[in-house]
């Protein structure tokens, strides 16, 4: 690390309250007399081996100030607190280091610099990798795995159309998530189905089992027998979307990053209920998650006065997500699997018809994080 300059000079405000220190280079930082008491880096307050803190933010007096300030000869800044009379010293590099003046209070909704949006236009630029290829190169997978948590959404060519490929697709960078639909699920149109999803309907946009807690990370589905005709699968980006909203109408953005949806399941042997936003925001306004299934959405309970503003954020936002410009349409071949981040990227199928061959796909689920553990060890 850069050595930092050395603290040039040192001045307290009236109140004792805020500190602002100059280096020699001409840069200047201000730092409250709480934070440094918070922060003493001296023996006393942090063990000299572990460098754990030694005491509890309830022993620290109320109305912390300082009483004096001063620039040390070896470049420093030497602290006397007025309210405890505790005295210490910070190096210039740690106080450079650890600057908090200069932070700003980010727009609520902001995403990840390592994300990129989409539309339908990345239908012209797929996120293609090759199975064989991504199989037997770590480079290969590097890149397949890269563009899965750029995007939210990859897609796969040549797996053998097996039953089973799609957990071993899962396992080239994780676990496979087990639920009560089993290991693997096989989505194809079935009698008295437990799940829409088993059935030659069109799915609309949505994400997985938001009825659960967590959600599974990552959604794959994998072509064994591809639709005589329809059938055809598409993405929309839920970080898109909300953004989209967040722009159109910040109120209904809040109302739904605010207020929770209940979504739920229910089959002779499972009943999961989930209560949570459609738009997941980190308190430092990231945003982290989209919730959105229009079959396993059941009564939200709110508020009565919040109720008529939740619906017409809800439907902005289903117009939204509906939106042709948004969906990347394309259609699986036998061997094509393609993955989602289940929490970012909803997914759907137009109906298809059974006479002209049965439709098969065979899904699993697995976690975000063991796919993030294998792209840092690549
Ligand atoms: O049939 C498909 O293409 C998708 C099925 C689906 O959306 C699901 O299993 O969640």
């Known amino acids: 690390m850069k050595k930092a300059p050395a603290i040039s000079d040192a001045a307290i405000d009236s109140d004792g309250d805020v500190v602002s220190v100059?280096?020699?280079d001409g840069a200047s930082a201000r730092f409250h007399a709480e934070w440094l008491r918070d922060n003493c880096q001296d023996e006393t307050s942090r063990d000299p081996v572990n460098g754990q803190?030694?005491?509890q933010m309830a022993d620290l007096p109320d109305n912390i100030t300082v009483q004096t300030a001063t620039p040390t000869a070896e470049g420093g800044l030497r602290v006397l607190f007025a309210t405890d009379e505790h005295e210490t010293s910070f190096s210039a590099q740690w106080l450079r280091a650890n600057q908090?003046?200069?932070m700003r209070r980010l727009p609520s909704g902001w995403i990840d610099p390592s994300r990129s949006t989409f539309d339908a236009s990345l239908a012209d630029a797929m996120p293609t990798h090759d199975f064989a290829t991504v199989t037997s190169s770590p480079d290969a997978r590097k890149s397949w795995l890269s563009d899965q948590v750029r995007l939210g959404f990859s897609l796969l060519t040549n797996c053998p159309a097996k039953p089973g490929t799609v957990a071993e697709v899962a396992r080239l960078f994780g676990f496979v998530r087990t639920t009560n639909?089993?290991?693997?699920f096989d989505v194809r149109s079935e009698a008295d189905p437990i799940n829409l999803a088993y059935t030659s309907d069109a799915l609309s946009a949505h994400t997985d089992n938001p009825y659960r807690n967590p959600?599974?990370?990552?959604q794959l589905l994998h072509c064994l027998e591809a639709a005589g005709s329809g059938g055809e699968s598409f993405v929309v980006d839920g970080f898109k979307a909300a953004t989209k909203l967040n722009e159109d109408s910040p109120r209904h953005f809040a109302m739904l990053s605010e207020w929770p949806m209940r979504f739920e399941f229910r089959s002779a042997d499972t009943w999961l209920v989930n209560e949570a936003p459609m738009i997941g925001l980190e308190t430092s306004g990231e945003l982290t998650s989209i919730r959105f299934n229009n079959r396993s959405a059941t009564a939200p309970r709110l508020p009565f006065d919040a109720t008529p503003g939740y619906y017409a954020a809800y439907r902005a936002f289903a117009k939204i997500i509906n939106s042709p410009e948004l969906a990347v349409s394309?259609?699986?071949s036998p061997g094509d699997l393609f993955v989602v981040d289940n929490t970012r990227v909803l997914h759907g199928r137009q109906a298809f018809s059974i006479?002209?061959?049965a439709r098969h796909i065979q899904g699993c689920y697995a976690d975000l994080d063991g796919l993030h553990s294998t792209l840092r060890l690549l």
């Open 53 to 55: 803190r030694l005491f």
């Open 330 to 332: 394309f259609k699986l």
């Open 355 to 357: 006479e002209k061959g």
């Open 181 to 184: 639909y089993g290991e693997v």
């Open 215 to 218: 959600v599974p990370g990552l």
């Open 100 to 102: 908090y003046d200069r």
């Open 22 to 24: 100059t280096f020699a």
